[in-house]
C-alpha cells in the first residue's frame, strides 16, 4: 500500500518561509509526477506545483517567484519551498504522486497525503 505523508505545516508571519515534505512509503517500482496542491476554506482545491521525475516544473502563477518545489528520487520525497509568504497562501496543502508500485503485480496508483496547515499571519 503506498502512502503519502507530509510534514512541515504551521504558522508564519508574512514574509516567512516555511518548507513543506512529502515522502511516499510502500513497494514503488517508480513515480512519475508529484505535486502540490492547496485548499483554501470555502475554496476548492487548487495546483501550486508539480515536478516531473526528470525534474521538469511548473507553478501557479500565483507563487511564482516565491515558491519552488524540488524531488529527491531516491528518497520518493517531494519538498515546497515557500518564500514570501503572503496572507492569501494560507491553506491546507496536499501533495500528489502517481507511479506504479507492487502487490503481487504491479498496479499504477494516485495517491494524496493528509494534508498539512500552513497559517500565514499579516
Known amino acids: 500500500q503506498v502512502q503519502l505523508v507530509e510534514s512541515g505545516g504551521g504558522l508564519v508571519q508574512a514574509g516567512g518561509s516555511l518548507r513543506l515534505s512529502c515522502a511516499a512509503s510502500?513497494?514503488?517500482?517508480?513515480?512519475?509526477?508529484m505535486a502540490w496542491y492547496r485548499q483554501a476554506p470555502g475554496k476548492q482545491r487548487e495546483l501550486v506545483a508539480t515536478?516531473?521525475?526528470?525534474?521538469?516544473?511548473n507553478y501557479a502563477d500565483s507563487v511564482k517567484g516565491r515558491f519552488t518545489i524540488s524531488r529527491d528520487n531516491a528518497k520518493n520525497t517531494v519538498y515546497l519551498q515557500m518564500d514570501s509568504l503572503k496572507p492569501e497562501d494560507t491553506a491546507v496543502y496536499y501533495c500528489?504522486?502517481?507511479?506504479?508500485?507492487?502487490?503481487?503485480?504491479?498496479?499504477?496508483?494516485?495517491?494524496w497525503g493528509q494534508g498539512t496547515q500552513v497559517t500565514v499571519s499579516s
Open positions: 510502500g513497494t514503488i517500482v517508480s513515480i512519475n509526477a
Open positions: 500528489n504522486a502517481d507511479g506504479v508500485a507492487v502487490n503481487h503485480r504491479s498496479y499504477r496508483f494516485d495517491h
Open positions: 515536478i516531473t521525475s526528470r525534474g521538469a516544473t
